[in-house]
């Protein structure tokens, strides 16, 4: 069975600074990794997704993760944060032999100070 | 293209009363997931449809809890009776799964349930 851990249930930047959030996982088999965004009472939206392509991984609103095998790490980050960025980011697993069945981390809220 | 709608919204139950969300994915997509969303915590999967069959309900809890898939498309989750532990967000999603892993989830909006 897979697993998500995220370090750092809350995680406060600058404006302007670098956002990194971690991510670590646990597959018996190759995975692969999605980051989600949730914002106040909305459902969520995929930023990116890793599917053993390319290991650096570029999504939307400028944020990117890399695909560290050796680490068991998908950390996601994005060079300048705005004030925007603040949500609930969500690090999540599947396989190819789960059938879609994917599996959520426990979250880490982004607060970004002006 | 339109995304998938969850209704109510919003409910409110006493314990031990019954309640049901409603779901309608996104046109096509074969799969569909409710989720459980307790504040604090990353989505718990409920169970997974695969057209109208059940491909997961293994973290169901079946003395509760039901679903069902109408013909493949709108979805409903039913809880009876409530317990108090069962506030949370229900999520629903859908996705092509045209690639088996590969495929994207999209998310509705939630339902936010309290049980008082």
């Known amino acids: ?114 | 293209e339109a995304g998938v709608a969850q209704s109510p919204r919003y409910k409110i139950i006493e314990k031990r009363q019954s309640v049901a969300f409603w779901c309608n994915p996104i046109s096509g997509h074969a799969t569909l997931y409710w989720y459980q969303q307790i504040l604090g915590q990353g989505p718990k999967l409920l169970i997974q449809f695969q057209n109208n069959g059940v491909v997961d309900d293994s973290q169901l809890p079946k003395d509760r809890f039901s679903a069902e898939r109408l013909k493949g498309v709108d979805s409903t989750l039913k809880i009876q009776p409530a317990k108090l532990e069962d506030s949370a967000v229900y999520l629903c999603a859908s996705s092509s799964s045209g690639d088996g892993a590969l495929a994207e989830a999209f998310f509705g909006q939630g339902t936010r349930l309290t049980v008082v």
Not at chain 1, 29 to 35: C, K, M
Not at chain 1, 37 to 48: D, H, K, M, S
Not at chain 1, 86 to 108: L, Q, R
Request: net charge neutral; hydrophobic share 35%.
């Open chain 1, 1 to 114: 069975a897979q697993s998500v851990t995220q370090l750092g249930s809350h995680v406060s930047v600058s404006e302007g600074a670098l956002v990194l959030l971690r991510c670590n996982y646990s597959s018996s088999v190759p995975p692969y990794l999605f980051w989600y965004v949730q914002y106040p009472n909305q459902g969520l939206q995929l930023l990116l997704k890793y599917t053993s392509a390319a290991t650096l991984v570029k999504g939307i609103n400028g944020f990117e993760a890399e695909f560290k095998k050796s680490e068991t790490s998908f950390h996601l980050t994005k060079p300048s944060a705005h004030m925007s960025d603040a949500a609930e980011y969500f690090c999540a697993v599947t396989t190819k032999t789960s059938y879609d069945k994917v599996i959520f981390g426990p979250g880490t809220s982004l607060s970004v100070i002006p």
